[in-house]
């Protein structure tokens, strides 16, 4: 990350920034591929070993020059509302921790509510984008059947699987 925010900061004192999100940060869903790290969606058995390339949602805001701060938690195997997670720990709602994000995008959620980043990336595909944006106030869009490509995401539910952001407003939504 230091290594990412460093060349972005010389592209910027260049003069040459690769585009409006070099040197913004962003998060990724653990249920999808970013190197270096693995991809556990959200269990204790999958993901051991790193990624050996990235989902295209994640090279192509690489290659935009985002900042990408690392993987969030999900709901194991994305399979519940909740956010719940006995192997990585349930993320909690920044606006009231005793509750939880809700959806298995909730750790993408809970980082965009705290502040950590502007936008993240999370799939959906019964609700995991959605749920969590509403319950923290965000904007989340489940972007439309193959409008987004799914190579690196975790084949969970390939029929119904949508990548997109949840993000603080509409505005960013859409960018990202």
């Not at 070993?49 to 192509?60: F, K, L, N």
């Not at 009231?96 to 959906?124: E, R």
Request: proline share 7%; aromatic share 6%.
């Amino acid at each position: 990350v230091l290594r990412q925010a460093k060349e972005s900061t010389q592209r910027f004192k260049d003069g040459k920034p690769l585009s409006l999100f070099d040197g913004v940060p962003v998060a990724v869903k653990d249920e999808i591929d970013m190197t270096p790290y693995p991809t556990t969606v959200g269990t204790s058995f999958l993901g051991k070993t790193p990624a050996r390339e990235d989902a295209t949602v994640v090279a192509r805001l690489r290659s935009a020059g985002a900042l990408l701060i690392g993987k969030t938690n999900m709901h194991e195997i994305g399979i519940n509302v909740t956010g719940l997670n006995p192997h990585h720990g349930t993320t909690r709602n920044p606006y009231n921790p005793a509750h939880f994000t809700g959806g298995s995008s909730s750790g993408s959620a809970t980082a965009v509510a705290a502040g950590f980043v502007p936008v993240a990336i999370g799939a959906d595909g019964g609700g995991s984008i959605r749920i969590p944006a509403g319950f923290c106030g965000l904007v989340g869009l489940k972007a439309t059947y193959g409008r987004v490509s799914e190579f690196g995401a975790f084949p969970l539910d390939w029929t119904v699987a949508h990548i997109g952001p949840i993000a603080g407003s509409a505005t960013d939504a859409a960018l990202t």
